[in-house]
């Protein structure tokens, strides 16, 4: 079994990777290993650490600031956590001997909002960050290939859209509408539901979809066809 690590155990797509363990990671040929300790992205040491105890042969970086954290932090975290983290990261995979495939998560957001006349985007699309988590994102994005170009790992970029399923936090749109739904139907709310601005439209995966998606990638390299879902309206 070769040995895939992931970043961000402990979030939303870590924790479905883990509920996963038995059926998709072992269908790909990757035994999912551990961290063996508590480590953060911003310290060399405790990075090297688990990076010597996984000994991965291929690695999955999901953790990041996300949009909901980057409205309560400052925007300096944001850029030091997504930037800066993945750079020390891809640091501390050289300096433990990792030759292996990597493959960084960025975002939808990249590209901004996008006129329905070009839709469905492709890779091809301008990139026209919004905030400063897309921001953070594209830069990364360009960190990764720079370091594509100068080592023999293989290095890729996923972009995927808005996920769902469980154990999503309340404060995500479709996770909201479901608990309102549930406590319209107990009793304990009155029949409407509130939301935020539904002017916008948005794609939406299901996470154990876009789990498959990255595994894919790791095994071949390509996307034979786009996993974003049909439009759905942020109601």
């Known amino acids: ?11 939303f797509v870590g924790r479905a990777f883990d509920r996963l363990r038995a059926h998709a990671v072992a269908q790909y040929g990757w035994e999912l290993v551990s961290a063996g300790g508590a480590y953060d992205l911003q310290d060399a040491d405790s990075l090297d650490r688990v990076l010597n105890h996984a000994r991965p042969d291929a690695v999955i970086h999901l953790d990041r600031q996300d949009v ?11 850029e030091d956590i997504n930037l800066q983290g993945t750079l020390m990261l891809l640091q ?15 975002s939808s957001e990249v590209y901004g909002p996008v006129d329905p006349a070009v839709l469905p985007i492709t890779e091809l699309q301008a990139l026209h960050p919004q905030n400063q988590y897309a921001v953070s994102k594209v830069a990364a994005e360009l ?17 995927p859209f808005k996920h769902i399923g469980t154990g999503q936090r309340e ?3 479709i996770a909201s509408v479901a608990r309102q739904m549930a406590r319209i139907k107990l ?11 539904i002017d916008q439209s948005h794609d939406f995966l299901d996470v154990e979809d876009v ?24 109601t």
């Not at 909901?68 to 925007?75: F, G, M, N, R, T």
Request: hydrophobic content about 40%; proline content about 3%; some cysteine.
């Open 92 to 106: 501390s995979l050289q300096r433990t001997g990792f030759n292996g495939s990597f493959l960084y998560v960025s």
């Open 211 to 234: 789990i498959s998606a990255y595994l894919a990638l790791l095994a071949t390299g390509r996307m034979a066809k786009s996993t974003t879902s049909a439009q759905a309206r942020n």
């Open 171 to 173: 404060d995500f749109v």
């Open 1 to 11: 079994m070769r040995r895939l690590f992931i970043t961000g155990e402990s979030g």
């Open 143 to 159: 960190l990764c290939h720079q370091w594509s170009r100068k080592l023999p790992w293989r290095i890729m970029t996923a972009r």
């Open 187 to 197: 009793g304990l709310q009155a029949p409407r539901i509130v939301v935020g601005d």
């Open 68 to 78: 909901a954290a980057e409205v309560l932090s400052d925007p300096v975290d944001t």
